[in-house]
């Protein structure tokens, strides 16, 4: 599997985004898609994921109800919807697959994407 991201960029406090990741290659291996983001000096965090199949999502406690996580079957793509972005969602973001289910740790995708860089000004 490979994954591309897109859709980072820079947005003021209070405002939106719409990240993308792509996935090509042996995709009928994944089972689900992550998405996690790196703050400098900072660990690596979960921030939401999704089950290709029937859509199952998690999210992180600091994103629930201002993140929304989607995916298109069809086209392989997976968004990751933010609003009310705060200055602390400054991070790169990394989408990632699993063979787990719904798992919200790292260690459990093999995949990862090069990253996208979201950085929300104050």
């Known amino acids: 599997v490979q994954l591309v991201e897109s859709g980072g960029g820079l947005v003021q406090a209070g405002g939106s985004l719409r990240l993308s990741c792509a996935a090509s290659?042996?995709?009928?291996?994944?089972?689900?898609m992550g998405w996690f983001r790196q703050a400098p000096e900072k660990e690596r965090e979960f921030v939401a994921s999704?089950?290709?199949?029937?859509?199952?999502?998690r999210y992180a406690d600091s994103v629930k109800g201002r993140f929304t996580i989607s995916k298109d079957n069809v086209e392989n793509l997976v968004y990751l919807r933010m609003n009310s972005l705060k200055p602390e969602d400054t991070a790169v973001y990394y989408c990632?697959?699993?063979?787990?289910?719904?798992?919200?740790?790292?260690?459990?995708?093999?995949?990862w994407g090069q990253g996208t860089q979201v950085t929300v000004s104050s």
């Open positions: 290659g042996r995709t009928f291996r994944s089972v689900t």
């Open positions: 990632a697959s699993s063979g787990a289910v719904s798992s919200p740790y790292g260690y459990e995708y093999d995949t």
């Open positions: 999704i089950t290709w199949g029937i859509g199952s999502t």
